[in-house]
């Protein structure tokens, strides 16, 4: 490591690292830094269970491949990600052992969704063509661009008349819950619970006014959802790969004390061994901006000029973060689950994902008011059986399994830290109700496994500050150029030469790499990088 | 009258949209170069099967100063830089030149494929209905191998004939 780059970027999440390779292969001296001993951040791959078997930590849907320009710019599958697109991608199970399946094949989805409701297999295929028509629209100016605001887009929509255009997209989403846009275009009560189920799991809560504005996206994509071969982790690895191939520099086990800033300027960083290295050009971070802001600027040596008192007081009070987070259990299985339901579908057993148990979007509701009082939900977990698409992720005969629920991250008035004595207990609750739908998977099958709570999230990736795996609450106010405060909506800062570019930033976290890809412009257009990535 | 894809015609769109152009306010000023790409689809007779036509397209401060053929796909090397690529099959754009189709549909559901900075299109909304509509609307266009849906004899649309989309 030298004493001076280009540019310096805080954190080696998939963010980072695509920021970072994009402005190598721009011909700049790229420093990416790493407070953890490995990069990724949330593309975490470990063996927590049993030697062999490998457990996505954090991110284990792949939504965006194909649609998001770094996969193809940065080389991805050339430096080593495979992608699988499940055949059956995810499923919803219900109390009374029916199911409905989600596959690649929209046609097939629609003669699931049939066995409930012909008419809202009509209008889902008439939402998905819609909506999979217009996501070139929506990655265009909601994604992959940096954010107009909603005013702007409100205009846009309504000069092109969009409303009278599309039955489905409208500027009066944007006053909806997921759950209105539901009620008024189906019926079926389980229809609308896989749908509702499938919106939660992409991070948009089904009972927060103005997230219906995302959904037609979210369907968009529904049958997009891929799974990376031999782990998540293999994207990051293969990010850095791109990085240091066009001359960029990763140091991990390096935390970030500060950032140094001289007169109006981010100058560089200073590291906690007490290291000082100099940016030429800029500073991004990718990290929360609580870290940012709070924790690695000096607020006594940077003019209140520059940062307001004001600004500093919002982010310690204003920023939003998720009002929910996830509990998961890692499992190495020596069988593949068999569902009951399978009488009912017999795909359910080859679905990557299923849901289990939700059969209205009424009683995801009382979980979400039982989750944001602290509570505890009985749980209803999502389950993914990676396993069944990468026979790699597990020894030969072995599998893993990952179930996911949806839970607060403090425990009633205990705080996070209840959870280390509650994980046990509550990730057998998980098991049990996971067995209740798929009896086979007993003591045998499940050789070995362990938990993975809110408090470890916010532990492991002091960036998900709460155990906000989003970076940042899924709301209307959140959202555009508003996340995560209007003074910071734009990638910018007060400072000149620091930007911020994680999922803090619009459009989200997830596996988008929009955020990285969006400072990218803002950035290229401050310093004057030709921007051979937005070529037409 | 000029028949489709042909100079005559060209000038013909191009006038078109400078008339509606010269009747806006608040025109962006910059220039603007534009690929068109119509794609031969067995349907339109203007278009080889798989074959493809290009076309290059130059706005100056809202205005167009010339819309030309070229004989393959450009990067836009040849005329400083592309700033948008609209890429759909022929009978697409020939139902849009003939009236019978909208142009903003065609651009929403995917029919036509837009590259190029989406919130510039949404943040000139005005400008670019209006564009489009010159486009589709404004030009009397011949058609010697016949006209969408193509079943029937060549034949022409004039400006105000009620075939637009409602």
Same mark, same amino acid.
């Given at each position: 490591m030298r004493d001076s780059y280009d540019v310096i970027i805080i954190g080696a999440g998939h963010n980072g690292l695509t920021l970072g390779a994009y402005l190598a292969r721009s011909g700049l001296e790229v420093l990416v830094l790493e407070?953890?001993? $490995?990069?990724?951040g949330g593309l975490t791959t470990e063996e927590l269970t049993r030697p062999g078997f490998l457990h996505n930590v954090h991110a284990n849907y792949h939504t965006f491949v194909d649609l998001a320009p770094p996969v193809k710019d940065l080389e991805i599958r050339e430096h080593g990600v495979k992608y699988v697109r499940p055949e059956v991608q995810m499923a919803s199970i219900y109390p009374d052992k029916t199911a409905l399946v989600v596959y690649s094949d929209i046609e097939k989805t629609c003669d699931s969704i049939s066995r409930f409701s012909t008419k809202d297999a009509a209008t889902f295929k008439k939402l998905f063509n819609e909506a999979h028509g217009y996501v070139d629209l929506l990655l265009g100016? =909601?994604?992959? $661009?940096?954010p107009m605001s909603v005013k702007e887009l409100t205009k846009a929509l309504s000069v092109f008349g969009v409303g009278n255009r599309s039955?489905? =997209?409208?500027?009066?989403l944007r006053r909806e819950t997921i759950n209105q846009f539901l009620d008024e275009h189906f019926e079926n009560p389980k229809v609308k619970a896989h749908l509702a189920f499938h919106g939660a799991v992409c991070g948009y809560a089904n009972d927060i006014v103005g997230l219906a504005i995302g959904f037609p996206l979210l369907v968009g994509k529904i049958n997009n959802w891929h799974l990376s071969i031999g782990g998540s982790h293999r994207l990051a690895h293969a990010l850095w790969r791109d990085l240091a191939n066009h001359g960029g520099v990763l140091v991990t086990d390096a935390e970030v004390a500060s950032v140094v800033v001289d007169g109006n300027r981010a100058s560089g960083v200073r590291l906690a061994d007490g290291t000082e290295i100099t940016a030429r050009k800029l500073v991004a971070s990718t990290v929360s901006v609580e870290q940012t802001f =709070? $924790?690695? =600027?000096?607020r006594d040596k940077v003019s209140s000029d520059l940062v307001s008192n004001e600004l500093f007081e919002k982010i310690k009070t204003e920023i939003k973060h998720q009002s929910w987070s996830l509990f998961s259990v890692h499992l190495a299985l020596s069988k593949l689950p068999h569902y009951l339901a399978g009488e009912f579908e017999p795909d359910v057993d080859k679905a990557w994902v299923v849901n289990l148990g939700y059969s209205s979007p009424e009683e995801l509701n009382d979980d979400w008011k039982l989750i944001r009082n602290n509570q505890l939900a009985d749980p209803k977990p999502n389950v993914a059986i990676n396993s069944l698409y990468d026979p790699t992720d597990a020894p030969e005969g072995s599998y893993t399994g990952l179930l996911r629920q949806f839970a607060p991250y403090s425990i009633g008035s205990l705080g996070p830290g209840a959870w280390m004595d509650e994980a046990r207990h509550y990730g057998e609750k998980c098991i049990d109700s996971w067995r209740k739908f798929a009896p086979d998977m007993d003591a045998e099958a499940i050789i070995d496994w362990t938990t993975y709570s809110p408090h470890d999230i916010a532990t492991k990736l002091p960036n998900m500050v709460k155990g906000d795996w989003m970076m940042g609450e899924i709301s209307l106010a959140n959202m555009l150029d508003q996340r995560p405060l209007p003074e910071l909506?734009?990638?910018?800062?007060?400072?000149?030469?620091l930007y911020m570019a994680g999922s803090t930033q619009h459009p989200h976290g997830f596996i988008t790499f929009a955020p990285a890809y969006n400072a990218l412009s803002v950035i290229a257009q401050d310093i004057g990088v030709d921007q051979w990535w937005k070529k037409v | 009258m000029a028949d489709i894809y042909t100079p005559s015609w060209y000038e013909e769109v191009k006038a078109a949209i400078n008339k509606k152009v010269s009747q806006l306010k608040d025109i962006p000023e910059g220039k603007w170069n534009l690929a068109i790409e119509i794609v031969g689809d067995g349907m339109s007779p203007y278009v080889e099967d798989n074959g493809e036509r290009h076309f290059l397209v130059a706005i100056d401060n809202g205005s167009c100063l010339w819309y030309k053929e070229i004989a393959s796909e450009s990067d836009g090397s040849e005329i400083g830089k592309l700033d948008y690529r609209f890429r759909g099959s022929a009978s697409v754009f020939d139902s849009i030149a003939a009236g019978v189709l909208d142009p903003i549909d065609a651009a929403l559901d995917g029919s036509i494929k837009v590259r190029g900075d989406m919130r510039f299109l949404l943040r000139q909304a005005d400008q670019v209905q209006a564009l489009l509509e010159a486009y589709a609307k404004e030009v009397t266009t011949d058609w010697p191998k016949g006209k969408p849906p193509y079943g029937s004899s060549a034949g022409s649309n004039h400006v105000g004939e009620a075939v637009f989309y409602a």
């Open positions: 407070r953890r001993h $490995e990069e990724g100016t =909601l994604m992959f $661009e940096p039955e489905f =997209l409208s500027v009066k =709070l $924790e690695f =600027l000096d909506g734009n990638y910018r800062t007060p400072i000149e030469g | -």
